[in-house]
């Protein structure tokens, strides 16, 4: 589900959690859950290297035990917004991870840690970093209404000033099948020739898509709608065709 940042609570974030024991992986992971976060456990470095390419998380929480530590943190994608680093080690103190992970490193909880000490870091950790009210974000789409810029992931996304407040609109409408003329009267409240809404729907696709996996998908007969391959199944069309001021889920 796209999201507004501002508007989320501090309990629906997702936290990745590396670990390579499995018991205290299965434990973290638990407690995250029963707090309401939801959660993505992985056992090696190259395992969470997967999860951060298929989706961005709000915050990593791993073990300086893990075998691969070195891959995770020189191969971790460069996010336009890259989440903070919570470490569990056995270490006194921070300064003697940091010339191995870099300055990226939040916070870190000595083992055995405690669940409430975990959970109370998590949450300043979550805290600190909220995105401003501007950011709007769709799995790895995020956009920034201030400077009107774009990313997919790690690529940040050259569209022009139509394109934006277009893709701006479909990442608002996620999931929700909008036709060309509703298109034209709730970006430009103006009625467009249904021929520069297929271009400008076409220019768009190329730069959001490229060779990612498509987030812009054509409902045959019905219009256009951002959201996963998955989700094909389950999109929702507005009855009608006139010109109706659909409202951000």
């Not at 638990?30 to 190259?46: C, I, P």
């Not at 921070?94 to 998590?122: F, H, I, M, N, S």
């Not at 709007?136 to 569209?159: F, K, M, N």
Request: overall charge positive.
């Amino acid at each position: 589900m796209h999201v507004r940042e501002a508007e989320r609570s501090g309990y629906d974030s997702r936290v990745l959690v590396v670990v390579p024991d499995p018991d205290l992986r299965g434990s973290l992971a638990a407690q995250l859950s029963l707090a309401g976060y939801a959660v993505t456990a992985a056992g090696t470095g190259r395992a969470a290297l997967d999860v951060l390419r298929e989706c961005p998380v709000d915050l990593i929480v791993f073990d300086v035990e893990i075998p691969d530590l070195h891959d995770l943190a020189r191969d971790r994608p460069t996010f336009a917004v890259r989440p903070p680093v919570l470490c569990l080690t056995a270490c006194e103190y921070l300064g003697t991870l940091l010339p191995a992970l870099g300055t990226e490193v939040g916070d870190y909880v000595t083992k055995p840690c405690r669940g409430a000490e975990l959970l109370a870091r998590v949450q300043v950790l979550l805290r600190d970093r909220r995105l401003p009210a501007a950011l709007l974000r769709h799995g790895d789409l995020l956009l920034d209404e201030v400077v009107c810029r774009a990313w997919r992931g790690e690529r940040a996304l050259d569209v022009t000033p139509a394109e934006f407040r277009l893709l701006r609109h479909l990442l608002l409408n996620a999931g929700r099948v909008l036709s060309k003329e509703q298109l034209a009267w709730q970006v430009w409240r103006e009625s467009r020739g249904v021929n520069a809404i297929e271009r400008l729907v076409s220019r768009l696709r190329r730069k959001v898509d490229g060779t990612q996996p498509p987030l812009i998908h054509t409902q045959r007969g019905f219009g256009y709608f951002l959201g996963a391959r998955r989700d094909l199944g389950h999109v929702r069309v507005p009855s009608g065709s006139c010109p109706v001021d659909v409202r951000p889920l």
